[in-house]
């Protein structure tokens, strides 16, 4: 039996394993990318485990998507299982294993856009109110998210070397989650490393933060003068894990009355930059996007005020149209007056001399 014949021959629920597991090996996705894959490789062997890789034609496939379906998972949920398996399907392929892949001829349910939340200016101002009277690691994460557009994981991984005194935060690294826990990671592209302008409040609050923690490793005895801004434990020695913050955020939602996930903060930054003018291009190198584009896609439709404005300019555009077809049509009028009244020689285009 060749190795081919030995992988279209192989269950899916091995294959899935021994796809994910090359994946990893590889370094070419993200630990927190594999503890995904992980996770809906469990949802395809939970369907379709048992099969082997030659019997997954269209039908099959087809099938597997309507159970899914049928059983209440979502259609993004749906989406993710449909590309793993597609992709190892691929590298089935490329073995020479299967002929095709039958995942090319046929589609996962179809994704509804979900509309991100944007705060209200009223409720913007209210979170913020709140936060700054938290004296705690979350009440700062919420207001450096809320006045940055940073992403949770990068408001984790922010430490004291990336604060300046001139009123600034740079973006270095991240924290990801993994099967083991948190890491480090670097940003998602180089435009993730960026160096973003504090608000005054916000900075003189980092820089009493920071006192505050030097004082308190100086009374200590450590040397250490780069903890996390917004650590955990007494000495800031230990990150805020990003779970811990969306559990401990969305309780902090659920006592004062926000309708809001973390992320979210992220796009009331941006929905507000968008509409107080702020050109596209500085909004997407504030939020690291690596194109204008991805941040067209996301904030072109997102402030209800700049659609009014955009409505009073077409208004105004077609007042001003309305108002110079009466005038030329004035003026045309006034021209065929004057050639009725200068008789048959101008009429004709002729000159009196």
Known sequence: MSEQTAFGDRLICDYIDFFVSMKERSGAIERSTVRDYHAVARLIVRYIGTCTVSDMEVMAVSDWMASMVRDGYAPK??????????????????????????????????????????????????????????????????????????????????????????????????????????????????????????????????????????????????????????????????????????????????DNGFECTFRDLRHTFATFMVGAGVDVRTVASLLGHANVAMTLNIYAEADPEAKRRAAGAIERAFDDAAWQRKALTALASEAVSKVDGAGPCLRMGFSVS
């Open 77 to 254: 949920t749906c989406s993710k299982a449909f590309r793993l398996l597609s992709q190892a399907l691929k590298f089935a392929v490329g073995q020479g294993a299967i002929d095709k892949n039958p995942c090319d001829f046929c589609k996962p349910p179809r994704q509804i856009r979900s509309r991100f939340i944007a705060l209200d200016r009223a409720e913007r101002s209210r979170m913020l109110y709140l936060a700054r009277q938290d004296d705690s690691p979350l009440g700062f994460a919420i207001e450096i998210a809320l006045t940055t557009g940073m992403r949770r994981g990068e408001v984790c991984a922010l430490k004291w070397s990336d604060f300046s005194s001139r009123g600034t935060l740079t973006v270095r690294r991240a924290l990801g989650n993994a099967e083991g826990g948190f890491y480090i990671k670097e940003p998602k592209s180089l435009s993730g490393i960026r160096t973003i302008p504090l608000a005054s409040d916000t900075n003189e609050a980092l820089g009493r933060l920071k006192g505050a923690f030097l004082e308190a490793n100086r009374s200590e005895g450590s040397a250490s003068a780069d903890g996390y801004i917004v650590g955990a434990g007494e000495s800031g020695d230990q990150p805020y894990n990003p779970d811990r913050l969306g559990r401990d955020f969305a309780q902090f939602c659920r």
